[in-house]
């Protein structure tokens, strides 16, 4: 089981009673940079305080299964809303990025921002060392070099950084670094997620990506 702490949604969904197999695992990331913060509404209850912070995650919720609405804001930008969905026992990181819909200017040469979405991205299964992937919420296919590998990475696309063994990174666009990891002492999976804003503003996010297991307290006990 990873060692993580598990933030406790329940509270707010559902009754503490609930038996094993009644819950799923939340991570949600923000990859909207160098913007405000952005409201996170699950449900009808605020999931972060102040918002969740541009280019960071909130961390592994035990959630409730089933669907629940969601609710995106961030300043500058139509608000998002729809449903996620949590399955028993299985783990997802939900994103939020910018994308461009239709065109980039209006009639009079006006400027349309991007809107507010939110993609699904299944977790890994447990590793025994250090994996990671790089995965772009970027409009056009770039390339970065992640530590001394090169790709190109189209929206959504994803690879894998190979060798990595948990060290310290740094993320390059160009000639430009658009973020850098302290690396990751503790072995298991995780994501490198690479947003952009309509500005060009680029970031990178490390996150962690492996399947969650509920905490022995919460497990229902064998008769």
Same mark, same amino acid.
């Given at each position: 089981?990873?060692?993580?702490?598990?933030?406790?949604?329940?509270?707010?969904?559902?009754?503490?009673?609930? &038996?094993?197999?009644?819950?799923?695992?939340?991570?949600?990331?923000?990859?909207?940079?160098?913007?405000?913060?952005?409201?996170?509404?699950?449900?009808?209850?605020?999931?972060?305080?102040?918002?969740?912070?541009?280019?960071? *995650?909130?961390?592994?919720?035990?959630?409730?299964?089933?669907?629940?609405?969601?609710?995106?804001?961030?300043?500058?930008?139509?608000?998002?809303?729809?449903?996620?969905?949590?399955?028993?026992?299985? *783990?997802?990181?939900?994103?939020?990025?910018?994308?461009?819909?239709?065109?980039?200017?209006?009639?009079?040469?006006?400027?349309?921002?991007?809107?507010?979405?939110?993609?699904?991205?299944?977790?890994?299964?447990?590793?025994?060392?250090?994996?990671?992937?790089?995965?772009?919420?970027?409009?056009?296919?770039?390339?970065?070099?992640?530590?001394?590998?090169?790709?190109?990475?189209?929206?959504?696309?994803? &690879?894998?950084? *190979?060798?990595?063994?948990?060290?310290?990174?740094?993320?390059?666009?160009?000639?430009?670094?658009?973020?850098?990891?302290?690396?990751?002492?503790?072995?298991?999976?995780?994501?490198?997620?690479?947003? *952009?804003?309509?500005?060009?503003?680029?970031?990178?996010?490390?996150?962690?990506?492996?399947?969650?297991?509920?905490?022995?307290?919460?497990?229902?006990?064998?008769?």
């Amino acid at each position: 089981m990873p060692r993580v702490f598990f933030l406790l949604l329940v509270a707010l969904l559902a009754p503490l009673s609930a &038996q094993e197999g009644e819950f799923g695992f939340l991570n949600i990331a923000n990859m909207v940079p160098a913007e405000k913060s952005c409201n996170i509404n699950i449900g009808g209850k605020e999931l972060v305080p102040g918002g969740l912070k541009a280019v960071s *995650s909130t961390g592994w919720f035990i959630v409730p299964k089933g669907e629940h609405s969601l609710t995106l804001e961030v300043e500058g930008y139509k608000t998002a809303s729809g449903t996620i969905k949590i399955e028993t026992n299985v *783990s997802v990181l939900y994103v939020a990025f910018l994308q461009q819909i239709g065109a980039k200017k209006d009639e009079k040469g006006k400027e349309i921002p991007p809107q507010l979405r939110i993609r699904r991205c299944e977790a890994f299964a447990e590793q025994k060392g250090h994996y990671l992937r790089a995965m772009s919420f970027c409009p056009e296919p770039e390339t970065f070099q992640v530590g001394p590998h090169k790709m190109v990475l189209e929206l959504f696309g994803s &690879q894998e950084v *190979s060798n990595w063994n948990g060290g310290a990174f740094q993320v390059l666009h160009g000639n430009t670094t658009i973020g850098a990891c302290a690396g990751a002492q503790e072995k298991g999976a995780y994501y490198l997620l690479i947003g *952009s804003n309509h500005k060009q503003t680029m970031a990178s996010l490390l996150v962690r990506g492996e399947t969650q297991e509920l905490p022995p307290w919460m497990k229902q006990k064998k008769p």
